[in-house]
């Protein structure tokens, strides 16, 4: 059909696993469909810099022609960051994986003191039985809880009421080591300080932004050590710049870079 394409590759999949099964059954049709494509769409995006570059060698594409649209949602612009309590509220919010590795983030009450921190998992269901594995890890806490899941575009308004966005994920995954996930600007949406571990891309925006911590390791001692160093002042002025850049991380400015490829194809 002579038509333009627009190719958008949200995970780095040239890499995309480790198993030997992946890389005997799937990777050898994904090399093939990148190989025989790379000639075939007009502009490609993903979603962080750094798989952006990567793809740009993959491809042997020119130097900052893949384009970076973020997985950020819609600007929240009813809400405002809510004062610190007496207790501090901590967040993660997502899917139940196993390879995410996502009892570090349970095994972080080991270190926080009870009567000054409490951990709220909301979790969309998607291994069962390691999902009951967290609740049994987390059984020992009574600072621990699960709640049910809300529907997606209402996770920012529902977080609000916490104080931290937690989320510490292991970089044995090259998409898992440039993660920039939806969650993360769904805490800046929220208008929460942010809290995570040795994830390249976030520590970037958490640092441009001053949104809180980042820890140097991706434990739970590593973060929890980082978490305890913060006074109430501190956690209400990550949530004051998560308010201030509010909508510059949000899916505005990819609308922005969206309306931008669809006039350089309609050329």
Same mark, same amino acid.
């Given at each position: ?5 627009? *190719? ?67 600007? $929240?612009?009813?809400?405002?960051? =809510? ?17 995410? @590795? ?18 709220? !998992?909301?979790?969309?269901?998607? $291994? ?14 009574? =600072?621990?809880? !699960? ?15 916490? /104080?931290?966005?937690? !989320? ?13 996930? =939806?969650?993360? *600007?769904?805490?800046? @949406? ?34 929890? #050590? ?7 002042? /501190?956690?209400?002025?990550? #949530? ?28």
């Amino acid at each position: 059909w002579n038509a333009k394409i627009y *190719f958008d590759s949200h995970e780095y999949f040239p890499k995309y696993r480790t198993s030997l099964y992946w890389k005997i059954r799937e990777k050898p049709m994904i090399y093939y469909a990148f190989r025989s494509c790379r000639d075939k769409f007009d502009i490609m995006s993903t979603v962080c810099p750094s798989l952006a570059r990567m793809y740009e060698k993959f491809f042997h594409f020119e130097p900052n022609t893949v384009r970076v649209i973020t997985n950020a949602p819609d600007y $929240e612009q009813d809400l405002e960051p =809510n004062p610190v309590k007496e207790k501090i509220r901590i967040i993660h919010h997502g899917l139940v994986s196993y390879v995410r @590795q996502m009892e570090k983030m349970v095994d972080i009450m080991d270190y926080l003191p009870e009567d000054k921190y409490e951990l709220y !998992f909301m979790l969309v269901l998607g $291994e069962k039985d390691y999902y009951n594995q967290l609740i049994q890890r987390a059984a020992k806490h009574n =600072n621990i809880h !699960f709640l049910p899941p809300v529907p997606f575009a209402q996770i920012p308004s529902f977080i609000n009421q916490f /104080d931290i966005g937690l !989320f510490i994920l292991n970089n044995d995954l090259i998409s898992y080591k440039y993660a920039l996930p =939806n969650k993360f *600007f769904e805490f800046v @949406q929220a208008r929460l300080a942010i809290a995570i571990g040795d994830s390249f891309e976030m520590k970037q925006y958490v640092k441009k932004y001053d949104l809180g911590i980042a820890a140097d390791e991706n434990s739970a001692e590593a973060l929890a #050590k980082e978490i305890i160093k913060l006074s109430k002042d /501190d956690i209400m002025r990550y #949530k004051q710049n998560a308010h201030k850049y509010a909508r510059e991380l949000s899916a505005e400015t990819n609308m922005v870079e969206l309306r931008k490829i669809a006039d350089e194809l309609l050329r």
